[in-house]
Structure formats: C-alpha cells, structure tokens
Nanobody, 122 residues
C-alpha cells in the first residue's frame, strides 16, 4: 500500500513559479512510476507528467514542455513538479499518482493523492 500526500500548491501571479511535492509512504516507493495529473473546474482530468521508478525516464505533456519539469528524490520518497511561467489556464487541482507502470493514462495508476490547488491569477 502506498499513500501519497501533495503539497506546495497556492496562489501565484501569471509568469510565476511553483514547485509541487508529493510525499509517498511505503518502502517500495522507488519501484513505482509516478505521475502528475490536473483537473480544472468543469473539465476532465488531464495528464501532466510522469517519471519512471528509477527516475531516468520522464515524459511531459506536449503542451507543457519547456515550462514543467518532473523529478524524484528516492531517498526522501518524494516526487516534484516544477512549474514555471505559469498561466491562468494552469489553474487546477493537481494530483499525484503512483503505479507499476507510468503512462499518460490515469487508469495506469493505482494510488492517488488528495490533490493540491494551484491558482494562477492574471
């Protein structure tokens, strides 16, 4: 069993940056691929980024490449999402997810955090 807790969300002005963290419990953290998804009001959950268990492979949604970066610190059982040059359309609840395999599909992931709100003001 893996429990995920996100943090780092908040209110930021357009053009600013935020770093989200996802702390995972469980000794098998390094064996799990991790992902970030987001959901804006009235919209479907959207893939943001994924990183392999060892951290060597990452994939960012095409529309977010160049602004968002995913990384992990296995010693701290934590995954990060660095978000730069934020835009109002990035406003959403951001969710951390873990699973045996990483992909852009939410159905791949078995474990989910409760989400953290990111609001970007114009």
């Amino acid at each position: 069993q893996v429990q995920l807790v996100e943090s780092g969300g908040g209110l930021v002005q357009a053009g600013g940056s935020l770093r989200l963290s996802c702390a995972a419990s469980g000794r098998t953290f390094s064996s799990y691929a991790m992902g970030w998804f987001r959901q804006a009001p009235g919209k479907e959950r959207e893939f943001v980024a994924t990183i392999s268990g060892g951290g060597r492979s990452t994939y960012i949604a095409d529309s977010l490449k160049g602004r968002f970066t995913i990384s992990r610190d296995s010693a701290k059982n934590t995954v990060f999402l660095q978000m730069n040059s934020l835009k109002p359309e990035d406003t959403a609840v951001y969710y951390c997810a873990g699973g045996q395999f990483g992909s852009s599909s939410s159905t791949t992931y078995n474990y989910w955090g409760q989400g953290t709100q990111v609001t970007v003001s114009s």
